[in-house]
């Protein structure tokens, strides 16, 4: 996909598959077992608004391709603190945002890409959306009420009037080895659409949230689990938002 100014409203929704099992990413060349219980989703956005929506990630026994597809997150992860904990803690949210970040731009240095500046509002809107999305269950870009991401950013003071900007955000949710950073960052970046929002030139900012549970119910047994939700942008002309 190719990002682009905004144009608010515009909105397509080609479709991408992932699949993941409930300690481990599984990626697959096909989505298969579709009547299995999801153990994580993701989902992504970009450009104007542009959609990209994972299907169902069905359960799967590790296979061949799980193996290979590990170092990514590794790799970019070697020198990131590690994120410890079960989210119990503000503290261990904290954590797990900074290592999510430190993978971001880690990767990114591997590409010859600038790091991601945290910027608040866009903190804000992420953590908001990652707890409204487990408190109301869904599990979306658009809020039940209609509020998509650039509306989000918006309305936290993120976009200047009369300026260009650009908003992207990737979502994903999971439980037990699949709540975790590396795993949403092994599952981004072997998705075209989150790839994509992860590698862009075009985004400057950033701002990550991190909620403790997830948008559905079920996994009896299982403590660990983790929403994710991650606000991309950029803009010309001032901003009343503070970079951290």
């Known amino acids: 996909m190719t990002a682009s100014q905004p144009l608010p409203g515009a909105t397509s929704?080609?479709?991408?598959?992932?699949?993941?099992?409930?300690?481990?990413?599984?990626l697959l060349a096909f989505a298969c077992l579709l009547a299995a219980v999801p153990a994580a989703h993701a989902a992504g956005a970009s450009g104007a608004l542009t959609d990209t929506t994972a299907l169902p990630a069905p359960q799967a026994p590790p296979t061949a391709s799980s193996t290979a597809t590990r170092p990514v997150a590794r790799a970019a992860g070697r020198g990131c603190a590690p994120a410890g904990g079960m989210l119990r803690t503000r503290q261990s949210i904290l954590r797990t945002e900074r290592r999510l970040l430190c993978l971001m731009n880690r990767t990114r240095a591997r590409f010859g890409l600038r790091a991601l500046r945290t910027n608040l509002c866009l903190h804000?809107?992420?953590?908001?959306?990652?707890?409204?999305?487990?408190?109301?269950?869904?599990?979306?870009?658009?809020?039940?009420?209609?509020?998509?991401?650039?509306?989000?950013?918006r309305a936290a003071g993120y976009v200047p009037r009369a300026a260009r900007w650009l908003v992207g955000e990737n979502i994903a949710w999971g439980v037990a080895g699949a709540a975790s950073p590396a795993w949403v960052m092994?599952?981004?970046?072997?998705s075209a659409g989150h790839r994509h929002n992860l590698l862009s030139r075009d985004?400057?900012?950033?701002?990550?949230?991190?909620?403790?549970?997830?948008p559905v119910s079920g996994f009896p047994g299982v403590s660990a689990r983790a929403t994710f939700s991650v606000e991309f942008g950029a803009h010309s002309g001032r901003t009343r938002c503070d970079y951290s």
């Open 203 to 214: 985004f400057r900012d950033v701002g990550i949230g991190v909620a403790r549970g997830v």
């Open 124 to 153: 804000r809107v992420a953590a908001r959306h990652a707890h409204d999305m487990v408190h109301r269950r869904y599990f979306a870009h658009t809020t039940p009420n209609g509020w998509d991401p650039g509306r989000r950013a």
């Open 13 to 26: 929704s080609p479709s991408i598959r992932s699949a993941a099992g409930p300690i481990a990413a599984v």
């Open 186 to 190: 092994n599952a981004w970046m072997h």
